[in-house]
T-cell receptor, first 115, second 111 residues
Framework: DTAVSQTPKYLVTQMGNDKSIKCEQNLGHDTMYWYKQDSKKFLKIMFSYNNKELIINETVPNRFSPKSPDKAHLNLHINSLELGDSAVYFC??????????????FGPGTRLTVL | DAKTTQPNSMESNEEEPVHLPCNHSTISGTDYIHWYRQLPSQGPEYVIHGLTSNVNNRMASLAIAEDRKSSTLILHRATLRDAAVYYCILTSSVRNTPLVFGKGTRLSVIA
């Protein structure tokens, strides 16, 4: 069983479109995250949710809107896609909201390509 | 955020031990030292973490300097599957602090 899963694995779309990436974890964790890995391979936190509540928003454009229908899911909706949004997006989860040596489990990533 | 410094790349022969260094001279007393790795085309994977004492698990060992300003991740016998980017990350003991990834060390394993 996959601990953290994401769909789709690949997403190719045109500029200006709206798209969503879904993430689910079956670990019973309380906290979920979205990270972005750009073409230079830098991995940066975007959002963190704890029990469906937003706890971290790292200066991400408001075109990005995370939605957590329950604590096992954290979806990422992106409006008006731009070329610079092309990247690999990783979802992750952890038992607690970071700190205290908390281990994060990452999904396989979604490669978004904006044309 | 306390920062870490790692070599950009390292190379190892298969079946030999690998010592991946990390400097974190500005570490605070309550920061944990985490190591993650990212295999090609995969998400990051937790390897090990520690606070003050050396740590061992099935994947690796973590040796932490007495002053905590540096640490070393030890892979006891490198395999081709260990080829990855290894990230040394400091995490605060305060909750709600995210992982801050640096450039990491790209480890190549030669058969």
């Amino acid at each position: 069983d996959t601990a953290v899963s994401q769909t789709p694995k690949y997403l190719v779309t045109q500029m200006g479109n709206d798209k969503s990436i879904k993430c689910e974890q079956n670990l019973g964790h309380d906290t979920m995250y979205w990270y972005k890995q750009d073409s230079k391979k830098f991995l940066k936190i975007m959002f963190s949710y704890n029990n469906k509540e937003l706890i971290i928003n790292e200066t991400v454009p408001n075109r990005f809107s995370p939605k957590s229908p329950d604590k096992a899911h954290l979806n990422l909706h992106i409006n008006s896609l731009e070329l610079g949004d092309s990247a690999v997006y990783f979802c992750a989860s952890s038992q607690y909201s970071g700190g205290l040596g908390d281990e994060q489990f990452f999904g396989p990533g979604t490669r978004l390509t904006v044309l | 955020d306390a920062k870490t410094t790692q070599p950009n790349s390292m190379e190892s022969n298969e079946e030999e031990p690998v010592h991946l260094p990390c400097n974190h001279s500005t570490i605070s007393g309550t920061d944990y030292i985490h190591w993650y790795r990212q295999l090609p085309s995969q998400g990051p994977e937790y390897v090990i973490h520690g606070l003050t004492s050396n740590v061992n698990n099935r994947m690796a060992s973590l040796a932490i300097a007495e002053d905590r300003k540096s640490s070393t991740l030890i892979l006891h016998r490198a395999t081709l599957r260990d080829a990855a980017v290894y990230y040394c990350i400091l995490t605060s003991s305060v909750r709600n602090t995210p992982l801050v990834f640096g450039k990491g060390t790209r480890l190549s394993v030669i058969a």
